[in-house]
């Protein structure tokens, strides 16, 4: 039926509505019977890389005649014949796993159950052409129903190793054992006994098993980053301490300069470990949400001398995660007291430049009245001077009039002229310099 004839009249669809339901069964479990062999490979490639896994992947359906994942697609299930595909791509990995069937009974049991794999089934020159860094190679066995459960003695044949985990999965429809370990052919192993479990029961339990195994090694990436980061952080740290300590006591405008440039220094180095660290130790933190999750999918029950999964990792991963938490947090709170300290030392560099603006204004100040006295005493000078040569040539003029015969007396007339002289310069230079003064108020009002 098309989409529009089931659609009733009048009723307009969202465009992503279909996406986003296919999206819910984007991931299907793989359909699994016992007997069953898988090896599971997880590659960090990086988020770049995305396009060359798929292309990757493509090739190899090709090779055998089968159809290639779409363009867009980052999780494809095929059969090719000889062994079955799963392929996912993550962020910053993708994984792939491998299904085949063992070919008689007798490749079943035995102590080196886990020389021949499924990987065996897959071409060589393919497998050297996977993109990215090999993080986690896992081979898994799945033995039919009614198989004997392995004993404690058995186990540890088949694994090498006496430190295992173990226990009743999935409602106790399953054994599962794993060892955590990479064996002399570089992969570990997981063996699960089948005691009841449908086939697609039995896919959602293998990729949970593969699940843990790779979210465990991704999660614990952050480890040695925050065991290296850890001392540097601890060091910035006593740097800090140390410059704290030196603002309680005084210091001149030039030591808080020196001390906020060494600061900002600190910032720097503090901010650039940030910026490596804070993505993997986020990483870190949701990985381990998701290895938590699986392990209470698994819905475990103990058997008798053995070490839950749970208990193991509670043991061995929660302390590496709470280190990098940890690591994680002086982080942050180092960049916390870092922006405090700074923001208190250049408050500390303003009320000092501030001080030493108000006493450079005050000593302006002292400048200006001092300036202006002297103007004034100066324009007093300049007054008798003008007045002085003013005077002479009136002098000089009343003593010409007497000689040409007007009845004057020069000297009586010059002496009079004196006060005069003075007053009206007086009041001219001091109409000047009102003008000039308004003028300035004018132009400065003016200007923004």
């Not at 209470?296 to 302390?319: D, I, N, S």
């Not at 709470?322 to 007291?337: I, M, N, Y």
């Amino acid at each position: 039926m098309k989409k529009s004839e089931a659609m009733p009249s009048g009723l307009r669809e969202h465009p992503l509505r279909h996406a986003l339901t296919e999206e819910l069964h984007a991931r299907p479990f793989a359909r699994l019977e016992a007997p069953q062999w898988a090896t599971h490979l997880a590659l960090l490639s990086g988020e770049d890389a995305a396009q060359t896994d798929h292309g990757h992947v493509a090739a190899l359906c090709r090779r055998f005649d089968r159809p290639p994942p779409g363009e867009t697609e980052t999780y494809y299930l095929v059969d090719l014949g000889a062994f079955q595909l799963r392929w996912e791509r993550h962020t910053e990995f993708s994984s792939y796993t491998f299904f085949t069937r063992p070919g008689a009974a007798s490749e079943v049991g035995g102590p080196d159950r886990f020389a021949k794999t499924a990987l065996d089934a897959v071409p060589s020159d393919w497998l050297e052409g996977l993109a990215g860094e090999l993080l986690v190679g896992t081979h898994l066995i799945l033995d039919p129903r009614g198989a004997a459960q392995p004993e404690a003695d058995s186990l540890a044949e088949i694994f090498g190793t006496d430190n295992l985990a173990g226990s009743l999965v999935s409602d106790a429809a399953a054994a599962a054992f794993l060892d955590f370990r990479i064996h002399g052919d570089g992969f570990g192993r997981i063996l699960v006994c089948d005691q009841g479990m449908r086939p697609r029961q039995a896919g959602r339990l293998i990729q949970r098993l593969h699940e843990i195994e790779t979210y465990c090694a991704l999660a614990l990436l952050a480890l040695p980053m925050a065991r290296r980061y850890g001392r540097e952080l601890s060091e910035a740290g006593a740097r800090l301490s140390e410059m704290t300590g030196r603002l309680a006591g005084p210091g001149g405008l030039e030591d808080e300069r020196r001390l906020l440039g060494t600061l900002t220094e600190l910032s720097a180095e503090v901010e650039r470990i940030a910026a490596v660290a804070n993505y993997r130790f986020g990483a870190a933190r949701a990985y381990y949400t998701l290895v938590r999750r699986r392990v209470e999918e698994l819905r475990e029950t103990r058997v008798k001398g053995l070490q839950t999964v749970e208990e193991f990792l509670e043991r061995r991963l929660a302390p590496a995660m709470r280190t990098c938490q940890a690591t994680a947090e002086r982080l942050d709170t180092l960049s916390v007291r870092l922006s405090r300290t700074g923001e208190l030392l250049r408050t500390r560099v303003d009320i000092q430049l501030e001080a030493q603006n108000s006493a450079l204004l005050r000593s302006m100040d002292r400048r200006a009245r001092l300036q202006l006295r002297l103007q004034q005493t100066v324009e007093g000078l300049s007054v008798a001077a003008i007045s002085y040569y003013l005077v002479g040539l009136l002098s000089y003029a009343l003593k010409a009039a007497k000689v040409a015969g007007l009845p004057l007396d020069p000297a009586l007339w010059t002496g009079l002229s004196v006060p005069v002289v003075v007053g009206v310069l007086t009041v001219g230079l001091w109409r000047l310099r009102r003008s000039m003064e308004r003028a300035e108020k004018k132009q400065a009002g003016e200007d923004p």
